[in-house]
């Protein structure tokens, strides 16, 4: 299965076109999205990284705990979309929607370390590339609204409830994190 073959179905999918094609929606197609999942893990260092940097750039990155954190954070989804589907009987959508999903985000993190990864590189200052970068993040929450829409067939207020629940659940695993002072 090619990337642009992928991306094109995230792009189908966003755009309300037919998405179908463009992903194995098959039982291997699940465990082989989590491919992208994995793939979050070093963009999100390229994020943390950034973080560093910007804050303090003689400052050594605990690349243990900020691995465990990313690993949570990208699991949560999986986990809520399997208790929305079955509290809300869409079983047969939960694999659909987590492919689909798992693929989105790649792309999504990947334009996120894009952005900060050229002000690592000296190209941009940090200022701009964390505006871009937040307002990417920020559009996660319009892409979970869409997917849960669109591909595990919510309704409008029911996707918005996902949507803003996933978001939840990510940002209170961070939050979790933070508190414990773990990184």
Do not use: H
């Not at 491919?35 to 893990?41: F, G, P």
């Not at 973080?51 to 050594?60: E, I, L």
């Not at 990208?74 to 929607?97: E, H, N, Q, S």
């Amino acid at each position: 299965m090619s990337l642009v073959r992928i991306f094109n179905g995230v792009v189908n999918a966003l755009n309300g076109k037919p998405w179908e094609d463009g992903f194995d929606l098959s039982p291997r197609g699940l465990p082989r999205s989590f491919i992208a999942v994995a793939a979050y893990i070093p963009l999100g260092l390229i994020a943390a990284r950034a973080a560093v940097k910007y804050n303090d750039n003689t400052a050594s990155m605990p690349y243990g705990p900020i691995v465990i954190t990313l690993g949570l954070i990208a699991l949560t989804f999986p986990l809520i979309a399997y208790v929305l589907c079955m509290l809300f009987d869409k079983m047969d959508r939960f694999r659909p929607w987590v492919i689909v999903r798992n693929w989105t985000f790649l792309f999504a993190y990947a334009l996120i370390a894009a952005s900060l990864g050229l002000y690592l590189l000296g190209m941009l200052p940090f200022f701009p590339a964390y505006v871009v970068a937040l307002t990417l993040y920020i559009c996660t929450l319009a892409i979970d609204v869409r997917l849960a829409w669109r591909i595990a067939g919510f309704d409008w207020m029911g996707a918005v409830f996902a949507g803003i629940l996933i978001s939840a659940a990510t940002m209170m695993v961070l939050s979790l994190v933070i508190s414990q002072n773990i990184t």
